[in-house]
T-cell receptor
Framework: EAGVTQFPSHSVIEKGQTVTLRCDPI?????LYWYRRVMGKEIKFLLH????????ESGMPNNRFLAERTGGTYSTLKVQPAELEDSGVYFC??????????????FGQGTRLTVV | AQSVTQLGSHVSVSEGALVLLRCNYS??????LFWYVQYPNQGLQLLLK??????LVKGINGFEAEFKKSETSFHLTKPSAHMSDAAEYFC????????????FGTGTRLTIIP
């Protein structure tokens, strides 16, 4: 079975441009999370989807970030316009809904975004 | 709010030696605790987790961790390091109340010396 897949693996864009990251969760996983790791710092929560609905977007940095999850399947995270401080590794994770305490989240390999 | 502190951003041990990676947490509710590992060019992989019950938790690849409430710690250990253990390790906590979002520490990069 395929794991969590993220596209692209790397992206280098200029300040002011737009970038869209994509995440394909494990089939059947209704929970989908986005996280970000800025170089040398901790991995930080961005937002959580349950199916197509945003359950928690408390970690989104500002309104330059827009996340969507079409039909409760794959998700996109758009940054528009990108700023230098947006550079980092963006991780996507998915998990089963209602699986009880400490449900394991499965992570993708991440997208390394560099804004120059 | 929850938080996680990992002491030591870089740890080096000799092959065959004990591995000890430290993690302390802060949580206002009974925590669920996790250790994840990231090998080069791969995503994060769950090593082990503590939810309830036995405080000594065994994970994959010979790793284990002990939940110590009095010390608010969840240190990761392995009796004998192997070259393949070289990776970055992340401790994380969640509150588990229907929202499994994770709060991570800053990570510890483990180097194994031949």
């Amino acid at each position: 079975e395929a794991g969590v897949t993220q596209f692209p693996s790397h992206s280098v864009i200029e300040k002011g441009q737009t970038v869209t990251l994509r995440c394909d969760p494990i089939s059947g996983h209704d929970n989908l999370y986005w996280y970000r790791r800025v170089m040398g710092k901790e991995i930080k929560f961005l937002l959580h989807f349950v199916k197509e609905s945003k359950q928690d977007e408390s970690g989104m940095p500002n309104n330059r970030f827009l996340a969507e999850r079409t039909g409760g399947t794959y998700s996109t995270l758009k940054v528009q316009p990108a700023e230098l401080e947006d550079s980092g590794v963006y991780f996507c994770a998915s998990s089963l809904l209602g699986s009880g305490a400490g449900t394991e989240a499965f992570f993708g390999q991440g997208t390394r975004l560099t804004v120059v | 709010a929850q938080s996680v502190t990992q002491l030591g951003s870089h740890v080096s041990v000799s092959e065959g030696a004990l591995v000890l990676l430290r993690c302390n947490y802060s949580s206002s509710v009974p925590p669920y605790l996790f250790w994840y590992v990231q090998y080069p060019n791969q995503g994060l992989q769950l090593l082990l987790k503590y939810t309830t019950g036995a405080t000594l938790v065994k994970g994959i690849n010979g790793f284990e961790a002990e939940f110590k409430k009095s010390e608010t710690s969840f240190h990761l250990t392995k009796p004998s390091a192997h070259m393949s253990d070289a990776a970055e390790y992340f401790c994380a906590v969640s509150d588990g109340f229907g929202n499994e979002k994770l709060t991570f520490g800053t990570g510890t990069r483990l180097t194994i010396i031949p």
